[in-house]
């Protein structure tokens, strides 16, 4: 209560992970009661995104009704290969639920996701890539199973030698991902990492990857939609005031950039490469990003509710 009247724009949790995982749905509802009070908004990183991943779906809406406030769904997607090709049940339901309440959701645009390095992963994943870890940093960016190989171990007893540490997981389809990226409701979001020794190429690459490679060159969706996806959307999602609209009044937050040349230069060995086509970032009427470099000019401003 004291953050939200304080300005903040709602909760976020990460039910997947512990300690969040223990609580019951009645619990975070009863947390969460405040955002409602307020006008703010749920969102989350879902219990579940494999086998249960419609039962997330249904407990997320759920708590959103229960507060009525509206929801959203962090960094969508299907898990594991026996869940590849399930985008289709789950968007189907999500466009459901948008019938009876206020649900969108976030994307990005890689098969691959990022987060804490766990043993539970393993079965779900055709790779695996330490991103950084506390008692053997020398394994950043080596894949797990050549860090098992090293060690003399199996992979399961790998994870626990050098935890904690976090690693990127190849467990989505392309195809599942390009459905959920021209989704209606969906925003694009990073979800990037940028304390990770070795990151994901999402941190440096989301945005130019959905500009060049999914809009220009894929055709997904038009370069507008590309843009609004993740500008306009977000920020009446959001409810950021004078963002993601080019107007008169608005705060002056703008990208130039060669729509025939924008791409992606991070990659899974150099997940931190500055994308190419990027002329100039301007944040709050200063330029921040310049001739390929960043211009050390530090004018962002905290982002309250309204």
């Known amino acids: 209560r004291e953050s939200m009247a304080s300005g903040a724009i709602g909760v976020s949790t990460g039910t997947a992970y512990p300690p969040a995982a223990s609580a019951p749905t009645d619990e975070i509802i009863e947390v969460c009661r405040p955002v409602g009070e307020f006008g703010g908004l749920y969102v989350t990183h879902m219990r579940n995104e494999d086998d249960a ?11 959103g009704k229960a507060l009525n406030v509206p929801v959203v769904i962090s960094h969508h997607k299907t898990v594991g290969v026996k869940n590849h090709g399930r985008s289709t049940e789950t968007l189907a339901l999500i466009e459901k639920k948008m019938r009876a309440q206020q649900v969108c959701l976030d994307c990005y645009p890689y098969i691959a996701s990022s987060t804490v390095l766990r043993d539970d992963r393993l079965a779900q994943s055709t790779r695996i890539i330490v991103t950084w870890s506390k008692p053997h940093p020398e394994f ?47 925003m694009i979001g ?35 939609t590309a843009v609004y996806k993740m500008t306009g959307f977000p920020a009446k999602r959001f409810g950021l005031s004078g963002r993601g609209v080019l107007q008169a009044g608005a705060h002056a937050d703008i990208t130039l950039f060669d729509p025939n040349t924008i791409i992606d230069a991070a990659d899974f060995k150099n997940g931190s490469a ?23 000019i530090l004018s962002g401003r905290l982002l309250t509710r309204g």
């Open 53 to 63: 991943v419609l039962d997330s779906i249904e407990e997320t809406c759920a708590i």
């Open 140 to 186: 950043s960016g080596v894949d797990l199973d050549e860090v098992a190989r090293r060690l003399g171990v199996s992979q399961k007893e790998a994870v626990e030698k050098i935890r904690p540490a976090g690693a990127i997981y190849f467990m989505l389809d392309e195809k599942d991902v390009q459905r959920i990226l021209s989704f209606d409701e969906t």
């Open 190 to 224: 990073s979800d990037g990492l940028p304390h990770d020794a070795k990151p994901h190429p999402r941190l440096w690459g989301t945005f130019p990857r959905v500009l060049g490679h999914y809009a220009r060159d894929l055709k997904l969706f038009s370069l507008e």
């Open 274 to 296: 500055p994308a190419k086509g990027v002329h100039t970032v301007i944040v709050n009427g200063a330029p921040v990003w310049a001739g390929g470099k960043s211009t050390g």
